[in-house]
């Protein structure tokens, strides 16, 4: 069986990452399946013990996909500690083009993305722009302080 890819991102706020990374990636908030009202009732449909899901788990989207399908499946999975360390792995978000586009309409293509996610709840952490090396990106913190780039 070939595995299908799922990316969990832990965070205290499930709905606020919903939101900005449906914005941040073009996604939609996944709706509960079997025609369940919430995802609540379908993982308590499935036998899930009340007692394992955190207060207000299920209640709201907590999970988003790709429209297009092409995608992984992120889930906002509610943990109870905060984010203290640097990310191990990060998300790259590639709107400049590639190489073959002009650096300058790769740097307006990366700034008016990060304009759109600090206008969102995104915190600017450090551009990484090296004219002489034909490259521009900048380093970004999510609502919860996870970091991203945007290429």
């Known amino acids: 069986m070939t595995p299908n890819l ?20 073009g ?3 996944e709706s509960p399946p079997g025609g369940h009202a919430s995802w ?16 207000g788990a299920g209640e709201s989207p907590e999970s988003i996909v790709d429209p297009a399908g ?14 203290t360390v640097k990310n191990r792995i990060h ?5 400049g083009g590639g190489r073959s586009v002009p650096l300058a ?14 206008e969102a709840g995104a915190t600017v952490l450090r551009n990484l722009g090296e004219p ?11 609502p919860e302080s996870n970091e991203f780039c945007v290429v």
């Open 6 to 25: 799922q990316l969990t991102i832990d965070c205290a706020g499930p709905v606020r990452m919903v939101d900005f990374w449906c914005l941040a990636l």
């Open 27 to 29: 996604y939609e908030p």
């Open 40 to 55: 609540r009732e379908f993982w308590l449909a499935t036998g899930l013990p009340p007692e394992e899901l955190p207060e």
């Open 70 to 83: 092409r995608g992984p499946r992120v889930w906002f999975q509610q943990v109870p500690e905060a984010k």
């Open 91 to 95: 998300l790259d978000l590639n709107v």
């Open 105 to 118: 309409t790769r740097t307006e293509r990366v700034d008016a993305a990060v304009r759109r996610l600090t």
């Open 132 to 142: 002489a090396m034909d490259y521009y990106g900048v380093v970004l913190a999510d």
